[in-house]
């Protein structure tokens, strides 16, 4: 029996600019997104069963895989039925994506099992969640509207990362209401994309005053420790400390020619008093997650 594999990279948000609203409950926003080394892995395969099967060890409750697979075959994908097995590797509630990621490499795996309509894998990835379609082709990419629509960019400067994860998880939804409650000063969206389409190109680092995470003061209110770890990373001599997404996970930016050594020896140095400090690294622009064949 043929399996189909791939790899779901985690994302991380190198910039969150927070907005208004809109009628869908969804805020606007404008976000630069970065797909990076830290990834599940998931395997997909036809079965004689009734029904496709989603097994994901370890996590419990919804799954966006299975939502994916539903999608599919209400939009009328007839291949047989399918078993998905996701090995996680990126913490749970975490602000890296994992669940997103997990979707968009389903997505990918039912096109290599049976070619699906075009555009439908985009159209899915939107209303599974904001940030399911930048992870259908991972590598950095301008997020808008509330993250869904997706504008490819070129690679950055060469760079690493330190991820830090935290023993506790945060509900994306809490963080964008406890974010509203706080009510702190946002910027113009239209103005804050015009300064990152003028600092991003080919080849740039982006500037540090543009990587902002609006939803960090949230973070810290809700979880003080993560305030902890933004000043740990920064004092294991990160380029820039950030909040992932909505958090709780912080990660630490190095730039440079050196800086996957400088984010492994940072990594070596915190995780004594943070578990699960790893060092990462970008995963190449229009990458599809590695999809191999075997028996």
């Known amino acids: 029996m043929t399996r189909l594999r791939a790899l779901a990279p985690a994302k991380l948000n190198l910039c969150l600019s927070l907005g208004p609203v809109r009628e869908d409950g969804r805020h606007e926003l404008v976000t630069v997104f ?7 892995e998931l395997s997909l395969s036809a079965i004689d069963g009734p029904e ?3 097994v994901c060890p370890g996590v419990e ?6 939502a994916a697979l539903r999608a599919l075959r209400a939009a009328g994908w007839d291949a047989p039925p399918v078993r998905v ?3 996680k590797r990126i913490p749970v509630a975490a602000g890296l994506g994992g669940g997103s990621a997990d979707a968009a490499a389903a997505l990918r795996l039912a096109e290599g099992l049976d070619p699906l309509g075009p555009g ?3 159209r899915i990835a939107r209303e599974l969640g904001a940030d399911v379609p930048a992870q259908l082709v991972p590598g950095v990419s301008l997020g808008t509207g509330a993250g869904e629509v997706v504008e490819p960019l070129p690679p950055l400067s060469e760079h690493a990362f330190v991820i830090v994860p935290q023993p506790f998880a945060l509900s994306t939804p809490e963080v964008y209401r406890e974010a509203d409650r706080l009510d702190l000063p946002r ?3 239209s103005a804050w994309q015009g300064r990152l389409g003028a600092a991003l190109g080919p080849g740039v680092a982006l500037p540090s005053e543009l990587m902002i995470n609006d939803l960090e003061g949230a973070a810290v209110s809700l979880a003080p420790a993560v305030e902890h770890a933004l000043e740990a990373v920064q004092a294991a001599g990160a380029d820039r400390a950030l909040v992932c997404g909505s958090g709780p996970t912080v990660a630490g930016i190095f730039w440079g020619g050196d800086a996957e050594g400088r984010a492994q020896r940072a990594a ?5 008093s943070h578990p699960g400090a790893t060092a990462a690294v970008p995963v190449p622009s229009g990458t ?3 999809i191999a064949f075997g028996k």
Do not use: H, K, R
């Not at 409750?61 to 299975?66: E, F, K, Q, S, W």
């Open 34 to 40: 970065e797909s990076i080394s830290l990834a599940d």
């Open 61 to 66: 409750g919804p799954n966006l895989v299975a």
């Open 268 to 272: 070596e140095a915190l995780i004594a």
């Open 52 to 54: 496709d099967e989603v």
């Open 85 to 87: 097995e996701v090995e």
């Open 120 to 122: 439908l894998a985009e």
């Open 288 to 290: 599809s997650g590695t």
């Open 187 to 189: 910027p113009d969206l």
